[in-house]
Structures are given as structure tokens and as C-alpha cells.
């Protein structure tokens, strides 16, 4: 009985430090920049700046998290989030739209270029890398075809309530609209049938076929969530930014990559999760903002974010070795 107890004890302690050895690293990396920096990096200030920094991230990560979890990759989504900065940046300056319905179009078409990528994948059995990275160049170069490379600027000062603005001038909105993305994607994962779909599939295809589901809408769908997650990064960074460059969410593809790989080594077994996802991206902006404060040049900032992406490539495998 002792040794049944003790054994149970064990299997409980490696479990937690499985699930939440991820959690327990951010806190420790908390502490290691509060004792480095306590007068600027411990600071209320300095939390809603990391929150800020990382809303952008959060949001493409979340969309991206519904296309891994089917065990599947987008690479257009930093291409996507570029141009959808464009459209609505066009619609406002050079068709003088509503901010409001030039924020929906550009969600829609977010939404749009997520359902081609959905059905050139799942109804035409292009392989995922090669159709989604295909998609991101016909869009990258339609967005250079019409910018011809130059940023849109002299955006109407109200479209600043996507990204720029702050509620009662302390939270920004861009923070807020994150939440949201994270509460509804949240819904559609845990609390629809939906949502027990695109889990099942990333658990075993086969077998979700075989139970009657519509496999291959419901990787259509996991598309459209994850473009309707670029079209909302789309104005929130280009909110901020206050004009629209053609590249100017090129970079978010691998971050985003690394905030999902990231969380799923945490709170499940090297799945992805949207809790993880958004504890990997504060991870990454954390220790952005925390090696900015200290002064540490880009390229070892560089580094560090790769040794992070390759320690939760390697925890996600062990991970998953243990649980199979």
C-alpha cells in the first residue's frame, strides 16, 4: 500500500510539472527580471505595455491555435494579416469608408482567405504546407502589386479605437478585443459541437470519419477562424501603427508558431490549447520586453526566442512520447 502510494504521489508530481512546468518557467522568468530591473520591469506600467505588445500576437496565435490542433499548419497567415492591413487602410483613406464597415470587410476577407486555404487543403488534398505557403504568396503579391511597396498613411483619427486607444486611459482596447478573441474562440472550442469536431480530428481523423463527421468542413472551418483571426490582428496592428505597410505582419508567422508550440507544453499533454497559446505568447513578449529594459542587443533577443521555440519543440515531444 506504501509503495502504491508513493508511486501514485510520483505519477501526480510528474504530471503537474508536465502540464504546468511551462507556467511554473514564466513565473521564475518574472522573478529573474523583477531582481534585474525592479525599478521598471515590476511595474503596472510596464504589465499593461507587455499586454499591449503581445494583443497582435495573441489574437493570430489564437486563430492559428484551431488549424494545429487538427494537426495541420497555415504559413499565409503573416502574408494575410499584411494585406488585410492594406485593404482596410484602403477602404478608409482611399474609399473614405466607415471605420466600422471597413473593420467587418477586412475580417470578411480574412474569413475569405481562410476558406480558400480550407477547401484547396481539405477538398482538393493539397498538403497544408504547400497550399497555405502557395495562398500567402498570391496574396503577398497582390499586396505588393498594389502598393507597389509603399505604406498607406493619414488614417481617420477614430479608426485609433482599434489599437491605439486606451479604456478610461489605462486599458488599451487592443488588450480588450484580445479577451474577446480568446472568450469566443474559447466557446466555439469547448462549448460547441464544432469544437468537439476539430478536436476530434487532431485526435484521430480516421476515427472522426468513421463516427459520421464531416471531416473536411471541419478543417474548413478551423481556416476560417483562424482568417478571421488575421483580419481582426489586421486592424488592431494597423490601429496602432496609425498607417499600413505592406510587411508589416510578415514577422508574426514564426511568433505565432512559437506562442501555439509553446503552450501546448503547457496545461495539456504537447497539445495545442488556447490557455497555452496565450501563456506562449506573453512568454515571448515578456522576455522581449524584459531583455529590451536590460539593454540586451535584437540578435541575442534572437536567440533567446529560438532556444524557447526549440525547448518546447522538445518538451511537446516528450510529452507526447509519455502520453502515448
Known amino acids: 500500500m506504501g509503495r502504491s502510494s508513493l508511486m501514485n504521489a510520483k505519477l501526480n508530481v510528474s504530471r503537474i510539472a508536465r502540464n504546468y512546468g511551462t507556467l511554473f518557467a514564466y513565473i521564475i522568468m518574472l522573478l529573474v527580471f523583477s531582481i534585474l530591473a525592479p525599478s521598471a520591469f515590476p511595474t503596472l506600467s510596464n504589465v499593461i505595455s507587455i499586454l499591449r505588445q503581445i494583443a497582435m500576437l495573441a489574437t493570430i496565435s489564437l486563430g492559428l491555435t484551431f488549424v494545429l490542433i487538427t494537426k495541420r499548419s497555415d504559413l499565409s497567415i503573416g502574408y494575410s494579416t499584411s494585406f488585410l492591413g492594406i485593404v482596410v487602410a484602403a477602404l478608409l483613406v482611399r474609399a473614405g469608408m466607415n471605420i466600422w464597415l471597413a473593420a467587418l470587410i477586412t475580417v470578411l476577407l480574412g474569413a475569405l482567405i481562410g476558406l480558400i486555404n480550407g477547401v484547396v487543403i481539405a477538398y482538393l488534398g493539397v498538403p497544408d504546407f504547400i497550399a497555405s505557403l502557395g495562398v500567402g504568396y498570391v496574396v503577398a503579391g497582390i499586396n505588393q502589386a498594389y502598393t507597389k511597396g509603399h505604406p498607406i498613411s493619414n488614417l481617420p483619427a477614430d479608426f485609433e479605437i482599434f489599437g491605439a486607444q ?64 488575421c483580419g481582426v490582428t489586421a486592424v488592431m496592428l494597423t490601429s496602432r501603427l496609425g498607417s499600413a505597410h505592406p510587411q508589416a505582419a510578415e514577422d508574426y508567422l514564426l511568433d505565432a508558431i512559437a506562442a501555439v508550440w509553446l503552450g501546448g507544453t503547457a496545461f495539456k499533454d504537447g497539445e495545442p490549447n488556447l490557455a497555452g497559446t496565450l501563456l506562449g505568447a506573453l512568454i515571448i513578449g515578456t522576455m522581449a520586453n524584459g531583455l529590451t529594459i536590460l539593454n540586451v542587443s535584437y540578435y541575442y533577443q534572437d536567440i533567446a526566442t529560438g532556444l524557447i521555440i526549440l525547448a518546447a519543440v522538445i518538451i511537446t515531444s516528450v510529452q507526447k512520447s509519455h502520453k502515448n
Request: proline residues 2%; hydrophobic residues 50%.
Open 166 to 229: 486606451r479604456l478610461g486611459g489605462v486599458i488599451p482596447n487592443a488588450v480588450i478585443i484580445m479577451l474577446i478573441v480568446l472568450v469566443v474562440s474559447s466557446i466555439i472550442l469547448n462549448q460547441t459541437k464544432l469544437g468537439r469536431y476539430i478536436y476530434g480530428v487532431g485526435d484521430n481523423e480516421e476515427a472522426s470519419l468513421m463516427s459520421g463527421v464531416n471531416t473536411r468542413s471541419t478543417i474548413v472551418w478551423a481556416y476560417v477562424f483562424c482568417g478571421i483571426a
